[in-house]
């Protein structure tokens, strides 16, 4: 299917102008008022982005413009108080998982801080497998939950990886050597794991693999799996879930209830009244103190 430049949707206009600004295209055009001529920028940015020449832009020729748009440094990659990098993993992390994308988003704080400074993966839900490409995350609901200018007193790094599946603690350890050895201001004892619905289900599984690699999870809307919990007694866990989402509702307080009798003392629960499955996200990402609590932790030596 082919998509006409007249019914283009706002968001993506927009966002393929800014690149073409980016790209030094549009910033000849102008009547004598020193006005942008916005059909003279169109065209000109129609041209360079719709490859074959036909006068329209395919699903094909819009997703190369938004992953060219990503790999900019600065400019168009940057976002708020974060400067955006792709990183490419290397070919072991495909290894462990052929559904991992090779490429992943990763935000560097601008603010300069002293010593180490953590990392935060987010963890996409269901909906994300769907996505070919890693620029679509780019800026999405929960990037900009953590990049917000009114969290900027947290200074960390921000990973979204993507997979095409359920997500593989094997890939994800690897993905996260892979970050430690390339950027030395990483601090290995505070790396965090946030998820939604997918994500967070793969957020608990990675815990239970590997509950020695991570500092703190915040798992959002899944079900619990309660084996492995002995592993996970030491691990600060902040999970949450909405009464109206049916089976998780009860999973999640069934793990917190587990865990406590397992002598965890660092486990805790919030159930969101009424809130179904699609509400659960913009609840827990609004959730008072929530990175206060996140980034008070430390992994256990």
């Not at 007249?6 to 020193?34: C, F, R, W, Y």
């Not at 969290?151 to 997500?167: D, G, M």
């Not at 079900?223 to 049916?246: C, E, F, H, Y």
Request: glycine letters at 8%.
């Amino acid at each position: 299917m082919r998509i006409a430049t007249t019914t283009l949707p706002t968001v993506v206009a927009v966002a393929l102008i800014t690149l073409t600004v980016h790209q030094g295209v549009a910033d000849e055009s102008g009547d004598k008022a020193g006005k942008p001529d916005r059909a003279a920028m169109r065209a000109k940015m129609l041209k360079r982005i719709d490859t074959n020449g036909d006068g329209k832009l395919s699903r094909e020729e819009l997703a190369k413009a938004r992953s060219e748009s990503a790999k900019r440094p600065g400019g168009a990659g940057k976002l708020e108080n974060h400067r955006l990098e792709v990183v490419t993993f290397p070919q072991e992390v495909q290894d462990a998982d052929s559904n991992m994308n090779k490429d992943a988003l990763l935000y560097h704080p601008i603010k300069k801080s002293e010593g180490k400074i953590p990392l935060i993966v987010l963890l996409h839900g269901a909906g994300g497998t769907k996505q070919k490409d890693v620029s679509a995350f780019k800026g999405n609901r929960d990037v900009r939950w953590v990049l917000t200018p009114a969290n900027s007193k947290y200074i960390a790094k921000i990973l979204v990886p993507h997979s095409r599946s359920h997500w593989n603690p094997d890939a994800l350890n690897k993905a996260v050597d892979h970050l430690l050895s390339t950027n030395d201001d990483i601090d290995k004892d505070r790396i965090y794991c946030i998820g939604y619905s997918l994500g967070g289900l793969g957020t608990w599984n990675w815990a239970r693999h590997s509950p020695e690699r991570l500092a703190a999870i915040v798992p959002v809307a899944f079900i619990a799996n309660q084996s492995d919990l002995k592993k996970m007694v030491d691990l600060p866990i902040w999970a949450m879930v909405g009464t109206a989402d049916r089976r998780r509702a009860g999973s999640i307080p069934s793990m917190e209830k587990a865990l406590k009798e397992l002598g965890s003392t660092v486990v805790k629960t919030t159930i969101f009244q009424g809130t179904n499955h699609g509400q659960s996200a913009n609840r827990a990402w609004s959730q008072e103190g929530l990175l206060e609590w996140l980034f008070a932790q430390s992994r256990k030596k």
